[in-house]
């Protein structure tokens, strides 16, 4: 699965849309980005993936450039309860596990 | 639902004592995870499942053993617990290895004296 570089910290105000960026320069064509975060010391929690089209869901929005090599996760409207540290991973379709790295660590503030 | 749960959620052993942590989860999911996390790093898989009666070995899987007898439940098992498994455990499942998402726990904490 192709390596991914997020940076360690990003701030965001309250109500701002929060935009967090992650570099997957070696992503091969049948490799998906997912995105998980985990708030404070609970289990990781599952907010979108796609492959090549934008995606959004009830969470977020993923924009995922044309050549695929990179991609921003979007909390449109961000709250104090989105303070978490975000992951983004790449794996392939037939993947059997998710390989996490160090992640964005996202603080909300009022 | 109740989802992915985990018990106990926490623990603490002596060093070469033995315990079994419990995953269940109630959503059909034929993928079963277990991952550890150590603090200020992310996850790595210990063991998985791909359907009842199967696992295999993940990325750290020494000093672990785990089990898959019935399709909603997935044990871990430390033999003999040390130190270095001092960390938070993390169960999660899948519909399917494809690109379905993983569903997560709450997590177990363990800590060995």
């Known amino acids: 699965d192709a390596k991914t570089t997020q940076p360690p910290s990003m701030d965001c105000a309250e109500g701002r849309a929060a935009n967090l960026p992650c570099n997957h320069s070696?992503?091969?064509?049948?490799?998906?980005v997912y995105w998980y975060r985990q708030i404070h010391s609970q289990g990781p929690q599952y907010i979108i993936h796609?492959?090549?089209n934008n995606e959004t869901n009830e969470m977020a929005s993923l924009v995922i450039t044309e050549d695929r090599k990179s991609s921003t996760l979007i909390l449109p409207h961000a709250t104090l309860r989105d303070t978490a540290v975000y992951y983004c991973?790449?794996?392939?379709?037939?993947?059997?596990?998710?390989?996490f790295g160090a992640g964005t660590r996202l603080t909300v503030k009022p | 639902n109740a989802g992915v749960t985990q018990t106990p959620k926490f623990r603490v052993l002596k060093t070469g004592q033995s315990m079994t942590l419990l995953c269940a989860q109630d959503?059909?999911?034929?993928?079963m995870y277990w991952y550890r996390q150590d603090p200020g790093m992310g996850l790595r898989l210990i063991h998985y499942?791909?359907?009842?009666?199967?696992?295999a070995k993940g990325e750290v899987p020494d000093g672990y053993n785990v089990s898959r007898l019935k399709k909603q439940n997935f044990l871990l098992g430390l033999e003999s617990a040390a130190p270095s498994q001092t960390s938070v455990y993390f169960c999660?499942?899948?519909?399917?290895?494809?690109?379905?998402?993983?569903?997560f726990g709450p997590g177990t904490r363990l800590t060995v004296l």
């Open positions: 959503m059909n999911h034929e993928y």
């Open positions: 991973i790449v794996r392939v379709r037939v993947g059997n596990d998710m390989r």
């Open positions: 796609g492959l090549k």
């Open positions: 499942s791909v359907g009842e009666g199967t696992t």
């Open positions: 999660a499942s899948s519909y399917e290895a494809g690109e379905k998402a993983q569903y």
């Open positions: 070696t992503i091969s064509g049948n490799e998906y």
